[in-house]
């Protein structure tokens, strides 16, 4: 962690320069999260997740923010909104891959 105050700085920076972008509230979430500021960390994340509601990483580290804050209902919630999006995302994947054995070796 000895370039975290620099990651935070470089982050904030982000933050200021491009306020509707999710990935600097994301990551000063995790960074505050990490460092048990669970108020600070709720106010991040929160904005990382009305700025990209639909991204499962968020839903979870809003969630493990909320259950570190005891607020237990609205953790849940948000671990049920990760688990479906995750489960999207899979399927996603798993219908781009191409089929298996399409390809014969000559």
């Given amino acids: 962690k000895s370039g975290q105050p620099?990651?935070?700085g470089l982050l904030t920076r982000s933050r200021d320069l491009t306020p509707d972008a999710w990935g600097p509230y994301y990551y000063l979430g995790r960074i505050n999260l990490d460092e048990g500021?669970?108020?600070e960390a709720l106010a991040?994340?929160?904005?990382a997740a009305k700025l990209k509601p639909n991204e499962s990483a968020i839903q979870?580290?809003?969630g493990r923010a909320l259950q570190?804050?005891?607020r237990r209902a609205e953790a849940n919630a948000a671990f049920t909104r990760?688990?479906?999006l995750?489960?999207?995302e899979l399927q996603n994947e798993i219908?781009?891959?191409s089929p298996l054995g399409t390809h014969r070796d000559r």
């Fill in 82 to 84: 990760m688990k479906r």
């Fill in 6 to 8: 620099e990651a935070y």
């Fill in 95 to 97: 219908e781009s891959l």
């Fill in 60 to 62: 979870y580290q809003l």
């Fill in 37 to 39: 500021k669970v108020k």
């Fill in 44 to 47: 991040f994340l929160e904005r």
């Fill in 68 to 70: 570190k804050a005891g």
């Fill in 86 to 88: 995750k489960s999207h």
